[in-house]
């Protein structure tokens, strides 16, 4: 029998038991040490020639006992993370359909221009007339999102979404506390859907947290919003497309109560990718929303992060975003670094990190949306949206949708109702994706959906690939349904590790190398 | 648009499997007069070559550190990063993969994790570490949340030898809370009274070390009457690699060290990203903010790795989390984790030996500039110098002739009447051409 490929397909799991080996290796998949088993402290990857004799200026402060550093010959250390790197599952590697992640297509070209002397070779507080193609950068950058974003400020400096969220929700307390209203205001909406980060981001910054409850479609209904405002109501903080995959229909209605009432609309910018040019968050009556460069214009997660998470703010909130900031003025830029050198007007609410922010992160972005262009972003927001349709369109005879009745946008949210009496979890059927060749789906969230399994291919995935991953899925749904359970609870069968005892890891942390007791020690 | 690799054709064949007559048909949830009839008003899609050509013309328009003698520190410095490093951390596999959820097929990116987390815990003396902030600054500012959550006080002492920018962040952070912050003026000289502010409500006592100035410190006084008041010692690091050449803080009884890890593996990139390093007393593990990677085993009994402790984070916690991050800088930590292991002991404190030596020539060739003096009494590889002229000008001068001399202290106090200081910093990458060069310049420009 020949798969989607072509290829041979008998054989791959009940054949034949491989034959044990002696090293515990099998082939490519190795066992890699850790570096603190195969380094010495004498050993380094690193020639530095001695200084010349000195007089040394450290005092009483020089240090004397052993640091515990092994080192590694740059031979050893390459094969050591290249061994490490074949264990892991990338976008390169193949679909990576993680919902509300984005794992799109990263261009190497971003890399290319990140790593251009004149951006990655520069520092923050070298001579500002020695940087004007770094404050152009950061110039061009700010004029995209905001035509992108139909907004007239951004404030660039936080280094991921949730420190975007923090900027966003500190400019609208600091405008609160400018009307004199800082000590009744201090209550935020948030949806039960949210991402966990916006309640903790709300209360991380003094506001107390009130849940609105979402509807059985899995929106936000402007009437249960309406029913919690009162003066003591700072902000609402409501993602849209929102994590259910849905774009919020009332939203527009949301914000002109919120307004209404005296408070802001806070809008979770984690998934814009879906509507990147063809919907605009300023016409929606969005106060403030962080925006993820590394989703929504595709730098790279490395494993989680950098990030990087510009606010765009509404012309309510422009004049309290925080320091560095570009003003410009007269056709000149300036990089504003204290409050008392802001212009007339402005009321910085303090400082999100040390320097200017993800510069690396800049340039990948602008390299992205140059490439793109107005007309490449919004078709690979459609094309986003349409791959997501499709996997729903082709899943959705087996496999059971909580919220039918709205499209998804860029990704497909379905439930564990389809499992039921199967034995089968959601956490099993994402086990056995990776003995697939897959990168699981996010499963169980959002909270408000029973056993979550949330698809989101992005715009990269060609239709020959999206074929695949849902003949494969349906595959996989038989057999759940077929009473093929071990398949399941016993996967995955072929990654480089079997299934991780997380309870274990939780209940007795062990958070770093701690060298074997001596054979004599471990007697006693 | 050579990203993109749905046709015409695949996109008809899919809406009719989908069952609709167009795409916007899937934005019927849009408000019809809120869906945009035309692109925005951007330059439509352009090929590589092009896009190549206006970045670098962009580019162009810098001074690169490294086609200058380079003398700019202050929260970050110029090293040499092995080939090796950026090389390692652009394979695919670490590149383009994501928090590692699925840890069957995230081995690489979580073993790493643990070997970054096991290094910082090495060098900085302390029992446990996490697995990375945004960076320094911002893990200043969780640092004193944490302690506001560890001693429920609500008080923090900053230094004034603290990076005045780190100040802001906590303080931004800390009076968004409604926390209160203490902050000690300036302290050139390292000769504050910081242990007077001591008292039993404050929480911790934040301190650098080397501080902003330069100066080497000792924080065993200042742990112990942390300790007598019920409050923590911060100790934060701007300069990884003095962690070579200095005592620990552990070793000075820190309660939470936190720092900047740029120095080791990571470019200057205009300021970033970096990567934090954190580390505590294992006592306070489940106050940390941050991720955390933990040993286990698989299910056949080998040895993995996991991400862990996670009752403390977001997406458990919701509002009662001990703090919104959920990510940290893992492709940083990847490289600080590499040129740590390519350095070893031996390597880190031998480049801790050459900063140091070549920061002490320096500051014995510019003390010899008529004008000229060096103020610390002990330092690592940055020290402050007193100009008979506003550094600003002096600094800007320099530029003129093709040096960055360092960093005017008014550019980080503009209202401290500091304005005839200057932060010289020195590392492995500055010859004695470069240092020659720098004392002529200046000498020409006083």
Redesign the interface.
């Known amino acids: 029998m020949l798969n989607r490929q072509g290829r041979p397909t008998q054989g791959t799991v009940s054949a034949h038991e491989p034959h044990a080996t002696f090293t515990g290796n099998r082939a490519l998949q190795q066992i890699e040490p850790l570096i603190f088993e195969i380094g010495h402290p004498e050993t380094t990857g690193v020639d530095i020639d001695a200084p010349a004799p000195f007089k040394s200026r450290l005092g009483a402060h020089a240090r004397k006992g052993e640091i515990g550093l092994p080192g590694l010959s740059e031979p050893e250390a390459m094969r050591h993370y290249v061994r490490l790197s074949q264990k892991n599952y990338g976008i390169d590697t193949g679909l990576f359909p993680l919902g509300s992640c984005t794992m799109k297509h990263n261009a190497r070209l971003n890399e290319k221009t990140a790593r251009m002397p004149g951006f990655s070779d520069v520092h923050p507080l070298q001579p500002v007339s020695t940087v004007p193609g770094a404050l152009e950068v950061m110039l061009e950058l700010s004029r995209y999102l905001m035509t992108l974003t139909g907004m007239p400020a951004v404030a660039l400096s936080p280094k991921a979404g949730a420190h975007g969220e923090a900027c966003g929700m500190m400019a609208i307390k600091a405008a609160i506390a400018a009307k004199g209203e800082g000590a009744t205001r201090n209550v935020v909406l948030v949806p039960e859907s949210a991402h966990g980060t916006n309640p903790a981001t709300a209360a991380l910054i003094g506001f107390s947290v009130r849940s609105v409850p979402a509807r059985p479609d899995g929106t936000v209904a402007v009437e249960d919003v309406k029913a919690l405002l009162g003066p003591d109501i700072a902000a609402i903080m409501l993602t849209n497309p929102n994590t259910c995959g849905i774009f919020e229909p009332q939203i527009v209605e949301i914000a002109a109560a919120m307004h209404e009432a005296g408070a802001y609309f806070y809008c979770d910018g984690a998934n814009f990718n879906a509507i990147v040019g063809k919907a605009r968050p300023g016409d929606l009556g969005v106060d403030a929303m962080h925006i993820n460069l590394h989703k929504t214009f595709s730098t790279p997660h490395g494993g989680g992060g950098p990030g990087s998470g510009p606010v765009v703010l509404s012309e309510r909130l422009a004049p309290f975003a925080p320091v560095p900031f570009i003003h410009v003025e007269g056709g000149s830029a300036r990089l504003v670094e204290n409050a008392a050198d802001a212009p007339e007007g402005n009321q910085p609410f303090g400082r999100m990190t040390a320097f200017h922010g993800q510069m690396g992160m800049y340039v990948r972005a602008l390299t992205y949306m140059l490439s793109h262009g107005s007309d490449g972003m919004k078709q690979a927001s459609e094309d986003a949206v349409l791959n997501a349709n499709y996997i729903r369109a082709g899943l959705s005879d087996l496999m059971s949708l909580p919220f039918p009745d709205h499209p998804s946008m860029h990704e497909a949210l379905f439930d564990d109702e389809w499992l039921k009496g199967t034995g089968v979890t959601t956490l099993d059927f994402a086990k056995a994706m990776i003995d697939e060749g897959y990168h699981p789906m996010t499963v169980y969230f959002p909270l408000v959906v029973h056993g979550a399994m949330l698809i989101e291919p992005t715009e990269s995935e060609s239709k020959a690939s999206l074929d695949l991953f849902i003949a494969t899925l349906r595959d996989l749904a038989m057999a759940a349904k077929g009473n093929d359970k071990e398949r399941f609870t016993g996967a995955p069968h072929h990654a480089p590790l079997r299934r991780l005892d997380e309870t274990r890891a939780a209940r007795q942390p062990v958070l770093k190398w701690v060298p074997p007791a001596p054979l004599a020690e471990a007697a006693e | 648009?050579r990203?993109?690799?749905?046709?015409d054709t695949?996109?008809e064949?899919?809406?009719a499997?989908?069952?609709?007559a167009d795409?916007d048909?899937?934005?019927?949830?849009?408000?019809a007069d809120?869906?945009?009839k035309a692109?925005?008003?951007?330059?439509?899609?352009?090929g590589?070559l092009e896009?190549?050509r206006?970045?670098?013309?962009?580019?162009?328009?810098?001074?690169?550190?490294?086609?200058v003698p380079?003398f700019?520190g202050?929260?970050?410095y110029?090293h040499h990063v092995?080939a090796?490093v950026?090389h390692?951390?652009?394979?695919?596999?670490?590149?383009?993969?994501?928090?590692?959820?699925?840890?069957?097929?995230?081995?690489?990116?979580l073993?790493?994790?643990?070997?970054f987390?096991?290094?910082v815990?090495?060098?900085t003396g302390m029992e446990?570490?996490n697995a990375?902030m945004?960076?320094?600054?911002?893990g200043t500012g969780e640092a004193v949340?944490m302690a506001h959550r560890v001693t429920k006080r609500k008080k923090a002492v900053l230094s004034g030898g603290l990076?005045p920018?780190?100040a802001?962040?906590v303080?931004?952070?800390s009076?968004?809370?409604?926390d209160q912050v203490v902050t000690m003026p300036p302290d050139v000289a390292a000769g504050e009274d910081i242990l007077s502010r001591i008292d039993d409500e404050t929480s911790c006592v934040v301190v650098q070390n080397p501080d902003v100035f330069g100066n080497?410190?000792?924080l065993r006084p200042i742990a112990a009457k942390a300790h007598a008041h019920g409050a923590l010692l911060i100790a934060v690091f701007t300069e990884v690699v003095s962690?070579?050449?200095?005592?620990?803080p552990g070793?000075q009884d820190a309660d939470i060290v936190v720092g900047?890890g740029q120095s080791i593996g990571n470019?200057?990139?205009?300021?970033?990203?970096y990567?934090g390093l954190f580390a505590a007393k294992s006592k306070y593990?489940r106050q940390m903010p941050g991720?955390?990677?933990?040993?286990?085993?698989?299910?056949?009994g080998?040895r993995?790795?996991?991400l862990?402790?996670?009752?403390r984070?977001?997406?458990?916690?919701?509002?009662?989390?001990t703090?919104?991050?959920?990510?940290?800088?893992?492709?940083?930590c990847?490289a600080f984790t590499?040129h740590?292991?390519?350095?070893?002991?031996?390597?880190?404190?031998?480049?801790a030996?050459?900063n140091?030596?070549?920061?002490?020539?320096l500051?014995d060739a510019l003390a010899a500039v008529r004008g000229v003096t060096v103020l610390?009494?002990?330092?690592?590889n940055e020290f402050t110098v007193k100009l008979p002229r506003p550094a600003a000008e002096v600094?800007?001068a320099l530029?003129a002739k093709g040096i960055?001399g360092g960093?005017p202290v008014s550019?980080l106090l503009?209202?401290a009447g500091l304005d005839d200081l200057l932060l010289v910093a020195s590392t492995?990458v500055n010859t004695n051409e470069d240092r020659a060069a720098f004392v002529a310049a200046l000498a020409e420009v006083l």
């Open positions: 648009m990203y993109l690799p749905l046709t695949d996109r064949d899919m809406l499997r989908i069952g609709v795409v048909a899937l934005f019927s949830d849009v408000p809120k869906l945009l692109p925005v008003d951007l330059p439509r899609a352009r590589e896009v190549e206006i970045m670098a013309k962009m580019s162009a328009r810098n001074v690169a550190a490294s086609s380079f700019v202050a929260g970050a110029k092995p090796t950026d390692l951390i652009q394979r695919s596999e670490f590149l383009t993969s994501y928090t590692p959820y699925q840890p069957e097929i995230a081995q690489g990116t073993q790493y994790l643990f070997e987390q096991t290094q815990a090495a060098l446990v570490a990375s945004y960076d320094g600054s911002t949340l990076h920018h780190y802001q962040v303080r931004t952070l009076e968004m809370a409604n080497l410190r000792d962690l070579g050449a200095i005592v620990p070793a900047e470019a200057l990139n205009f300021g970033g990203p990567v593990i991720r955390l990677c933990g040993e286990t085993v698989d299910a056949a080998q993995g790795f996991v862990t402790l996670s009752t984070e977001q997406h458990i916690r919701r509002d009662k989390a703090s919104n991050i959920c990510t940290n800088s893992g492709l940083c990847l590499i740590m292991t390519l350095l070893g002991q031996a390597g880190l404190e031998r480049l030996e050459v140091h030596a070549n920061a002490v020539a500051a610390n009494e002990s330092f690592f600094v800007e530029a960055l960093v550019r503009p209202q492995e």
